[in-house]
């Protein structure tokens, strides 16, 4: 499958990645029969959030099966200030199972309000910057 390079992150992804809101409909082993498929049809991308129940924790499972380091793995949180999105942070890579996850984003910034928040002396993004100052030791 080919791949193109995901904005200025450097990674280099497959054109068709794999949305985490359907695999709540399934079960764990379902789940991981899906991702090791995405595997071998060349999908390198998957995209998945804390909202969506069961999504990591499924996700996170299926890829001692499927390989983690054949993925790029994106998580995000409706945490918009600095000590939730702490906790949100920590919660992905123990629901998920992982060292690292390589893109980590806001969702769902629908308003001005959020936004500021976000941006603000203690908001998500000085946790999200924090977390990948110290991801060296958790890094491919």
């Not at 791949?3 to 054109?15: D, F, Q, Y």
């Not at 764990?28 to 909202?51: L, P, S």
């Not at 702490?86 to 984003?105: G, P, R, V, W």
Request: a neutral charge; charged letters at 25%.
């Amino acid at each position: 499958m080919r791949k193109v390079l995901l904005g200025k992150t450097g990674m280099e992804v497959s054109v068709v990645g794999f949305g985490g809101i359907p695999i709540q409909r399934v079960n764990q082993e379902e789940a991981t029969k899906i991702i090791v498929e995405a595997k071998n049809r060349g999908i390198n991308f998957i995209d998945t959030a804390q909202g969506y129940t069961v999504s990591e924790q499924y996700i996170g499972n299926a890829l001692k099966e499927a390989g983690r380091e054949n993925f790029y793995i994106a998580t995000k949180s409706m945490s918009y200030d600095y000590e939730s999105m702490k906790t949100a942070i920590e919660k992905s890579l123990k629901t998920m199972q992982l060292n690292y996850i390589d893109l980590f984003q806001v969702h769902n910034v629908s308003k001005q309000e959020m936004l500021d928040t976000v941006l603000s002396e203690n908001g998500a993004l000085k946790a999200l910057v924090e977390a990948k100052e110290n991801a060296g030791n958790r890094t491919r």
